[in-house]
């Protein structure tokens, strides 16, 4: 008994230091997201504040007047370039798994001669920016009359996505057992009817993981909106913040209605999907 007692004792204030340092931790942890996210607060605060408080110095930390005049003239003006950010993204996301599976299925499990310079050649194409592309497509586009068309922006959002595409999905595919591969092989089914049958099936998280990454950086794409379709009769979301600010007038009430508006798909987006992007993401990390 006693030795127990002892021993039990001697035990507290290791366990009382551990709980502390926890505590501490997750302290820190609140501390360090509330200063991450005290931006969308502030985004939200400032959707619902009136204009006449806009410049209140110092200003209101809670919508204490609050409106939803920013909220009501995103229904009224705004609905178009949502929908057309819409539909951009969900083409942009068609069009990058459409190339980039087969091409890293092929860098995986075919091993074509030169494979290795092709995955260099994906990582520096990932180093270019943007805007460079960007004058890029326009002249191309100002020669076969694509520009201020949805299309062209599809292909030129899908540039970003794909390089970083082929490079997730070869890490994953690359996990894929060679056996089934090779199973697949007996049973008379060549590289094609093999990708389709078993590897895409396989490879879930890492088509929703590069779906998701490709839909995200589309629908905030501004510099290729900006060049390629600005003043056209289909601007995405981001032009439409664009429209609110001018040189005399900037609409800070409509403008954070519409960004919150707009960051609302992909926040729920990526809330569903988290699971299967931290599997995509790390897929290829660590091999048998």
């Known amino acids: ?8 004792r001697g035990n507290t204030k290791p366990t009382r230091g551990r709980g502390r340092r926890t505590w501490g931790k997750t302290a820190v942890g609140l501390l ?3 200063i991450m996210l005290f931006p969308v607060y502030w985004m939200l605060n400032v959707s619902l504040t009136p204009d006449q408080n806009m410049r209140k110095s110092p200003p209101d930390l809670f919508p204490v007047d609050g409106t939803l005049d920013g909220y009501r003239t995103v229904l009224a003006e705004q609905l ?5 950010s819409l539909v951009i993204g969900l083409g942009t996301v068609v069009l990058t798994v459409a190339l980039s599976a087969p091409a890293g299925y092929a860098l995986a499990k075919l091993r074509p001669r030169g494979g290795g310079v092709l995955g260099f050649v994906l990582l520096v194409a990932q180093m270019i920016p943007g805007i ?12 076969l009359g694509l520009l201020q068309s949805v299309p062209g922006l599809i ?4 540039t970003l996505a794909v390089p970083f595409a ?8 690359s996990g894929i057992p060679g056996e089934l591969m090779q199973a697949a092989k007996t049973d008379g089914a060549g590289p094609l009817r093999t990708f389709w049958s078993i590897v895409v ?27 390629l379709v ?12 664009y429209h609110y600010i001018g040189n005399n007038n900037q609409e800070w009430n409509a403008i954070m209605a519409t960004a919150v508006v707009a960051s609302l798909p992909a926040a729920v987006i990526l809330v569903l999907a988290q699971r299967y992007v931290a599997a995509g993401v790390t897929a290829g990390a660590v091999k048998d």
Do not use: C, K, Q
Request: avoid cysteine; charged fraction near 5%; hydrophobic fraction near 50%.
């Open 1 to 8: 008994m006693n030795r127990n007692t002892t021993h039990t």
């Open 201 to 227: 099936p396989m490879s879930r998280n890492a088509v929703v993981t590069v779906s998701l990454f490709a839909f995200l950086w589309s629908w905030s794409d501004f510099v290729f909106a900006g060049t």
């Open 32 to 34: 360090l997201t509330g």
């Open 166 to 173: 082929v490079l997730i999905f070869t890490a994953f595919m």
């Open 230 to 241: 600005n003043g056209g009769p289909h601007e995405p979301i981001t032009l439409g913040i």
């Open 80 to 84: 178009p370039y949502l929908g057309t």
């Open 132 to 143: 460079i592309m960007a004058m890029g497509f326009y002249a191309i586009y100002l020669s």
């Open 155 to 158: 292909v030129a959002d899908s």
